[in-house]
């Protein structure tokens, strides 16, 4: 049973940055596809970023709306998988969520329902 839990979040001004971990047990992430996605209050869960293995090396998609912003990425060693977001907006406010499940298809893991396994979430709060 794969477990997740993140840490990271917190309340950051606008254009500020922040990094969100999400650290893996039961399993080791490069076996799955990993993703964070967000949810803000009042809207339903969107997807923001996905690491997937693809033989030695790992590819990787993001949600138009943080592209050249954000960047997902993993550590082996500490089975843990992180999501450095940068010149953060008002709009980026949600709770992020860690998720894991089946290595990504060439098509991408961009549908919640794609993901097995959630972590708990973490609250980033974006001030103008």
């Known amino acids: 049973q794969m477990q997740l839990v993140e840490s990271g979040g917190g309340f950051v001004q606008a254009g500020g940055s922040l990094r969100l971990s999400c650290a893996a047990s039961g399993g080791t992430f490069s076996s799955f596809g990993m993703g964070w996605l967000r949810q803000a209050p009042g809207k339903g869960r969107e997807f923001v970023a996905f690491?997937?293995?693809?033989?030695?090396?790992?590819?990787?998609d993001y949600a138009d709306s943080v592209k050249g912003r954000f960047t997902i990425s993993g550590d082996n060693a500490k089975n843990t998988v992180y999501l450095q977001m940068s010149t953060l907006r008002p709009e980026d406010t949600a709770v992020y969520y860690c998720?894991?499940?089946?290595?990504?298809?060439?098509?991408?893991?961009?549908?919640?329902?794609?993901?097995?396994?959630w972590g708990q979430g973490t609250q980033v709060t974006v001030s103008s």
């Open positions: 998720a894991a499940g089946p290595p990504c298809s060439a098509y991408g893991c961009y549908a919640p329902q794609e993901y097995n396994y």
């Open positions: 690491i997937s293995a693809s033989g030695r090396t790992y590819y990787a």
